[in-house]
């Protein structure tokens, strides 16, 4: 089974448009809609036969909720979003189409998906998520299947946890008697790294504060952690920190 027609909600914005191209440059035909265009994103839900939402994160179950019911019972409603639970359960609730939520894990200035990886959370389909799979690989994209509870776990520690560090990096540096080329002539490669993902969160500020929002309970622990790692680093406990070290062994190298 494959579209004739796919749609994508909010195809005037970046990753909108990202979409567009790769969708087009598989030979299929693209609709977009966005504040501006004349096509409605209502008009556009019940043209298609998959249906994308590509909106900002606060704003995906609203849109959800307005243009669900026009997806057509055999058509295929789908988003991007970062986080999966709330904008799958508007998609199950307010349509009758099939669903399935994605993460694309990489932004609208990626050349190409390929050696990329997307999160697919299945959530209500029987035709649909073959093409899907099919369409990734056949590109060379990395496909991880999950849940919308077990990706959200997931992307608040590797989202939002570790953003959460990089921003304190950067209030740190931003705080101290030092200009920033004073920072670049000690900079190691690793810490220019840490910079320029400060530029990158600074570039979308809301889809960042809202992962950081989302990630509440897990920065929590995590500053719990950070207090025993304080306490360690106080006394010089070379002992405990080796062990802290020991424990992080099974944690395995990336491939990048």
């Known amino acids: 089974m494959k579209p004739k027609r796919i749609g994508i909600i909010g195809g005037t914005g970046r990753m909108g448009q990202w979409l567009k191209r790769f969708f087009e440059g598989a030979s299929y035909q693209v609709l977009i809609s966005g504040r501006k265009t004349e096509l409605s994103s209502k008009e556009l839900a019940s043209l298609c036969d998959v249906v994308v939402i590509s909106v900002p994160i606060k704003d995906t179950v609203n849109v959800i909720k307005e243009v669900g019911p026009y997806v057509r019972p055999d058509a295929l409603m789908?988003?991007?979003?970062?986080?999966?639970?709330?904008?799958?359960?508007?998609?199950?609730a307010y349509s009758r189409s099939e669903v399935i939520g994605t993460h694309p894990l990489f932004g609208p200035k990626?050349?190409?998906?390929?050696?990329?990886?997307?999160?697919?959370?299945p959530a209500r389909t029987k035709i649909w998520l073959p093409w899907l799979k099919e369409l990734l690989l056949s590109h060379k994209a990395r496909v991880t299947i999950s849940t919308p509870e077990k990706h959200d776990e997931m992307m608040s520690i590797v989202q939002g946890l570790s953003y959460f560090f990089i921003l304190a990096i950067g209030l740190a540096v931003k705080e101290s008697p030092f200009n920033l080329s004073e920072f670049l002539d000690h900079g190691t490669p690793f810490f220019r790294i840490i910079l320029r993902k400060i530029h990158f969160i600074q570039q979308n500020p809301e889809m960042f504060a809202t992962i950081q929002f989302n990630s509440y309970d897990k920065i929590s622990?995590?500053?719990?952690?950070?207090?025993?790692?304080?306490?360690?680093?106080?006394?010089?406990?070379y002992q405990k920190f080796y062990q802290i070290l020991q424990r992080l062994d099974e944690i395995p190298l990336s491939e990048e």
């Open 78 to 92: 789908m988003d991007i979003t970062s986080i999966k639970k709330g904008p799958v359960e508007a998609m199950l």
């Open 221 to 237: 622990r995590s500053l719990e952690i950070l207090d025993g790692l304080k306490k360690i680093v106080e006394d010089h406990n």
């Open 110 to 121: 990626t050349p190409s998906i390929k050696g990329q990886t997307v999160v697919i959370c």
